[in-house]
């Protein structure tokens, strides 16, 4: 896995290391170089900033590549639809965020179930994109005491961020992006935002909670009520 891989950087072994740096050194300037130390060095480095060397690399790797200029000159142009085929799931990621950074475009995502959305939303988010995974309604067809309202907070929670411009990917299965959901301009109006500092009246809130389709209940046990 990418985690994997990123601690396995952080220890080095020290003769090899001590081999390639004379090699490369001395190929270039006459320059003595001794290692002091015999077994491997851990080195304690930021997680993040090693994330993101390795990331650029892989990235500008692949769009110095022939075929990925020319995919992406032919999406520039409007030669819609593009195929790419025989990709492994990591490399669908790598082309998408490499894809989504040199366009600057938001992209939406539509593959077979939930199961492969959350994995790629992992992949893209491991490349340094803002993916979300737009999961699908979870259907009840028969009155019950009780119903979970999981899925369609998080589905909100996509949408908002969609219409906030704070997401670069939305990855969804080709069941959730079907379902009907709430219009954008809707959204919006029913939007409400507390703020710190600010004085609203116990009614408003109670008022807005309902018209949004929260319960009112006597213990909260889950999303959607209050």
Not at 79 to 103: C, D, E, N, T, Y
Not at 155 to 170: E, G, Q, S, T, W
Request: hydrophobic residues 40%; proline residues 3%; neutral net charge.
């Amino acid at each position: 896995s990418w985690d994997k891989a990123f601690k396995l950087i952080y220890k080095i072994d020290v003769k090899e290391a001590e081999h390639k740096w004379l090699k490369l050194i001395n190929s270039k300037e006459k320059i003595n170089v001794e290692f002091s130390a015999k077994d491997s060095v851990i080195v304690y480095a930021d997680d993040f900033y090693i994330e993101q060397v390795v990331t650029n690399y892989f990235t500008n790797a692949i769009k110095n590549s022939a075929e990925f200029q020319g995919l992406e000159n032919s999406i520039k142009k409007g030669f819609l639809p593009q195929g790419v085929l025989g990709l492994i799931p990591v490399m669908k990621a790598h082309i998408i965020s490499a894809l989504v950074g040199g366009l600057e475009k938001k992209a939406l995502v539509v593959v077979p179930d939930d199961a492969t959305a959350v994995r790629l939303c992992e992949d893209l988010n491991t490349f340094g994109v803002s993916a979300l995974h737009y999961p699908a309604r979870n259907l009840s067809f028969y009155t019950t005491d009780s119903q979970s309202y999981e899925y369609e907070q998080k589905r909100i929670k996509v949408l908002r961020r969609m219409l906030d411009n704070r997401c670069d990917v939305v990855v969804a299965s080709a069941e959730g992006a079907l379902l009907y959901t709430v219009p954008p301009e809707i959204l919006r109006q029913k939007s409400v935002l507390l703020k710190k500092n600010e004085d609203t009246t116990l009614e408003n809130i109670i008022m807005s909670l309902n018209c949004a389709g929260y319960t009112r209940v006597d213990a909260v046990e889950g999303v959607g009520q209050f």
